[in-house]
């Protein structure tokens, strides 16, 4: 009986540490998330023009204890009409409408910076990754979070463009990210 007494104690505590954790209002002004290709002649910065996120923190500690992006790929946009047509076709976004990242685990490296650990959904490929990233609090409500990372779209059965059999675009895209947002004060 003092067993289960005690394993009902520390669910409870753990109930409870979940039930302090606040959700942090990303604040699009301020936030962004872009990426940047290279190709043979030439390379192109774009950017996600909308996504949803969905990040949890701890007001006692300040830590990031939840984080999950969601980015549909209508919405990557690289100011060339003819190349966000030519980018959702290659993606198959009819079959791939989305990218979804999920976070698992949150390192520690000391001084705000960590490494992140998560599972990406891409093209309907689910892959463990790694990549650092930096979070600042203010008074632990407001949040500035920090990130980059290459993706390898051949990891995700997406084939190499390229166009007049000698012009190719880069594989590895890099992802970059600043979100900006605040936590609900209890």
């Known amino acids: 009986m003092k067993k289960i007494l005690i394993a009902l104690a520390i669910a ?3 109930l409870c540490v979940r039930a302090a954790e606040s959700p942090v209002s990303i604040d699009p002004q301020h936030s962004r998330i872009e990426f940047d290709v290279k190709a043979t002649m030439h390379g192109f910065t774009g950017k996600v023009e909308a996504y949803k996120t969905d990040i949890i923190a ?4 300040g830590l990031v204890t939840k984080a999950q992006v ?5 919405d990557l946009k690289t100011g060339d009409t003819k190349r966000d047509r030519e980018m959702l076709e290659w993606e198959q ?3 791939f409408p989305e990218v979804l990242y999920t976070m698992t685990k949150l390192d520690s490296l000391g001084g705000g910076k960590y490494t992140a650990h998560g599972q990406l959904i891409l093209h309907g490929v689910t892959k463990e990754i790694a990549f650092p990233v930096t979070i600042a609090t203010a008074d632990k409500t407001t949040y500035s979070i920090d990130g980059e990372t290459n993706l390898d ?15 190719k675009v880069n594989p590895v895209v890099r992802v970059f ?10």
Request: aromatic share 10%.
């Open 12 to 14: 409870g505590l753990g």
């Open 58 to 61: 701890d007001p006692a500690s």
């Open 70 to 74: 969601q980015v549909k790929f209508a």
């Open 93 to 95: 976004v009819d079959q």
């Open 153 to 167: 779209t051949h990891d995700y059965n997406l084939p190499t463009i390229r166009k007049f059999g000698m012009l």
């Open 177 to 186: 990210f600043h979100l900006q947002g605040s936590a609900a004060v209890k």
